[in-house]
């Protein structure tokens, strides 16, 4: 390539303006122990492609990359900010076919100053370095600072930027399995990434000797990803042999069996579209789903959250015919974040660098799509380490009668949105696979980069698209991409799909790497033939690319032709219903060991501080505060609440309409440490937690229904399938009693680390509870801030001795096999009638008592208020009678609340509370202490609220 | 009359719809028009009174925020522009859509031709933040903000917002013409410092209006309180009344009505 035609412009912030992006990276150094970095100055670059008059050029650093105030320009040279023999300089750029959002967004800018000629354009940054830096700390701030080698890579003098242009490429390829051994077929499934084991490779060469012929690529790429882990959900919908018993369908036995029990009719689709459906007003009803993006994470973790929020919020985009995102959920487990960069194991991330990329990636993504992120939770393990754990969800607004979908034969395919490029191939299959020390290289393609942009610009023009009435049938393109979309999609009716005529971002894929790639920010509709004029109009009309790329048959076969060719046929019923159902064994022992015997200490205020600035409990305001919470308006209660909008909300409240007061409760609940000792008390805890958090803001359990999202080990082990059981089967339990559906789920299992020396690291059972609830009216809402001094402070619920997974017991070194567990029946009394005296207002505060216990709950409650309190403990209930008053103080009995109740209340409020355990045990007051006196009259705790609120932020005041 | 307002939507634009309840609630019969179709002229700016540029992350920032929607009005709708201008017509940029104004030519003064003089610079803590601030309003000749005798209290959310006026000539211009409208405040009365000033902003400016007081432009988010349920402290300080924002959009319709 003629390198005149190459433009290169690089910018530097102007002395004096903060340059941000240098200030990471030094502090970023300080933080991986390198102390010879004494300045640092970033640059961004910007490569041109094209013959560009020097007057453009100028143009185009003048009027459109630079800013004048803060930022000088050069065009075609480097800015040499330093002359020190101890200079360093390093530049970074994407790989190639890496996403690069601004060089897109250049292109476009270049054209609205009216110059044409410029044809690609392509991002880099460079970095100088002053100090005396050794070359092993070179290396280590490339790799673990200002790269991640799986999308980017350190630029080369004379490297080439632009490539060629590269042909379109075809060739038929045929597989051959007809002949072969056991040991070849298998061979097959590993070498070609597709995760199928031999029995069912065995079905698939079967189903070829009957049609007599080899299967294409693309035929067997389509079933591994249809039969994948992620897709098929073939765990948990398998045969699974438990206590002599054969449980077919777990999910069909537990999850669904009590939704369909239940039979509440404000359930509107449940289970079987992209997204659970619940009635919201007359008008609307709301959807949710939250999904995990964990593998993807591991190995990129800005891009890795990026597209899984990107992804999650196409599922209600893609359910029925399309619902308004509305709000996003996010709850994350990573490794500690203090850990040494050499106690990590090989091949893994260092969970801060992982935690601040998924943060930013969620970030980014959500609030560039205008979605509001006001609800999630953090959970540090060191079983996360291997596999950190990225839930993401959406909420809805889907008008009622937009609910279903018609698939009928004759509609045209239309891919809308984003192109398709080569990332993300095999992202479905790989996911069935567990992570090695080798995954950054190998799953390379797996990576995948969001454009929230795209996908704004989709969902603004897919609502336009759905009000006209421009098509029949929508889905996204997720995990296993155009195939797994059409072939569910048309799976009543079949599909012819011309895979040439597929937008790419770039030229030389394949027609089986079109079929499955993952490239994001792409839905598929089906569009009536008399709409198609209609609807490619409206989408040029924003940008929006959309193509015809097939229809919709009606011989129940999927059919997929490059140009004249046929490269792939198979039929729906094969492909939907072929998967044979493997045996799997599980088994569950319950752990057992002897507690430790030791003295209660005397005083407890240290054990407060420590507890109150553990990570798991500490402020996540540097998370939360990155996140846009109060983007579309109707933000009523937010994750931070308080005197100082600084404390930790219980749950999320959100008016979807702004001309009502009707609005939506989100909250979740999290439990891993229960997991290996008890996943079935795991379970019941982890939905208690989410109700209760429902319940402490104002909300009841009439129309609150509950997502599962199930993150495991590898469920082949017999274990670990157990803990699954127990966990699923608690999950049946309790939402019948407390009369709250399931709506929707998912499961990622195979989240296991290999290490160096073969050992294989599970993370900890950990299902995640996702509860949502529709309030009649917002401004009936609780917060958990103390609200005056003088008013009365109420425990509701019994304490247990229940230390197992304890934070009092982790500080202490110890462990107790006793997990909390819940009493449904009471507790669903606590709930109803906590519930109903919020509903009167009764109630000034009230916020549940969960990690750290009552103590942990009344200091946020203190803290968050401005306000102190005095506590007594003699009268809390509890079980049994002569527990020790640190137990009581720290135990995590679930089902538990702390309420402020006003003098003049409570008469009103006892008798509401009449049937349930509850007991008036202090008072709020205007000094700002926390006093708790022990059963003897003791002092326990005596500390000033601002010290421990302190202790609570400092963690992870990054 | 009721006037009609005209919503900007480009891609990235991500706070339309409530800027569209707002002024509907003030009074207002809104249009949200994507930009494509001014550019086209299938949409005709002249039926349109007030002209707001909402919130976002036009073409994803990516560039620096709001670059490219500013250079197309600046290059091509400029015309279009300074007419609706010179007919006594209102504009208002929040957030995104003030990074617009500043990037085009709308603020300090209406002028295509002028050199950038002001920008919004990266936050001072390095990061996108979502926080509720309290917003002193100066007098003077600004129409959105007329007869607003108190604090303010809005949300801002953004990563780009440190307003930096290029030198010490046209800070004092702004402050001669009296275009400082809305300034951060501690709630303490004492020195306003971060997190009251939540971006680093020279003289804690977080909006200004042209000489005329027809085009505003401001960091925080008024469409996010029009309720009172929205503001933070309601659940201590109870419900009572409208939010701090809709008065705005009550102030900008009213000027067509009176």
Redesign the interface.
Known sequence: MDLQLITRIELVTKPG??D?EA??VKSGAKDLGIRSVEKVYSYDVSYLLGEISKEDKIKIAE???S????QEYLIDKQFEMVHSKDHWSVEIIFNRGVTD??A???L??IT???ISGVREAKTARRYDFIGRISDSEKNQIVEKLLMNKVIEHVVVPGETIFFPKMEDRFELVHVPILNADTDALLNISRERDLFLNLEEMQVIQNHFRGLDREPTDVELEMLAQTWSEHCSHKTLTGLIEYDGNIIDNLLKNTIFKVTSELNKSWCVSVFKDNAGIIEFDDDYNVCFKVETHNHPSAMEPYGGANTGIGGVIRDPMGTGLGAKPIINTDIFCFGPVDIKHSDLPKGVLHPKRVMQGVVAGV?DYG????IPTSNGSIFFDERYLGNPLVYCGNVGLIPVDKCEKTIVPGDYILVVGGRTGRDGIHGATASSGELHTESEGTWSGAVQIG???VE??LV?TLLQARDSGLYRAITDCGAGGLSSAIGELAETTGAEVQLDKVPLKYHGLTYMEIWISEAQERMVIFVPPDKVKDALELFA???VEATIIGKTTSDKKIRLFYKDTIVGEMDMQFLHKGLPRTIRKAKWEKPEFTEEKFEQPAELTEYLHKILSSPNVCSKEWVI?????????G????P??G?K?DGPGDASIT?PR??S?KAVILSNGLNPKYGLLDPYAMAVSSIDEALRNIIAVGGNLKRTALLDNFCWGNTNKPDRLGGLVQAAQACYDAAKVFETPFISGKDSLNNEYQTENGESIAIPPTLLISAISVMED??K???M?L?EPGNLLYIVGLTNYEMGGSHYFELLGKNSVSVPQVNFERAKKIFNDLSSAIDHNYVR?CHDCSEGGIAAAVAEMAFS?GFGATLAMNNIPKNPMNMRDDIVLFSESNTRFIVEVTPENKKLYEEKLADCPFAEIGKVTGEQKLIIKGSNGNILINEDIYILKESWQKTLRW | MVPKVLVLRAAGSNCDFETKFAFDKAGAQTDLVHVNRLLSDDTKLDQYQILAIPGGFTYGDDISAGKILANQLKYKLAEKLNKFYRDGKLIIGICNGFQVLVKAGLLPVVDFMAEQSITLSNNDSGKFEDRWIYLNVNDGPCVFTRDIKKILYFPVAHAEGKFVPNDETVLNSLKENNQIVFQYISPHNGKTEYPDNPNGSIENIAGICDPSGRVLGLMPHPERHLDPTNNPLWTRKGLSGEGDGLKLFKNAVNYFLS
């Open positions: 303006f903060y941000s200030q990471n009027n459109l990359l800013d004048k105030v803060t959002m601004v897109e967004t250049t476009k800018g609205d100053l009216g970030r609030n560039r799509m205008g454009n929230p942009i704004k610009k603004d009309s924003e940008d505060r990155q996140y846009d919470h109060e983007v579309q308006g933000s009523v209660m937010k931070l609440v005197e909008n008016r702004l001309d007061f917002a401004r809402a609780v917060t801030d609200k505060s208020g």
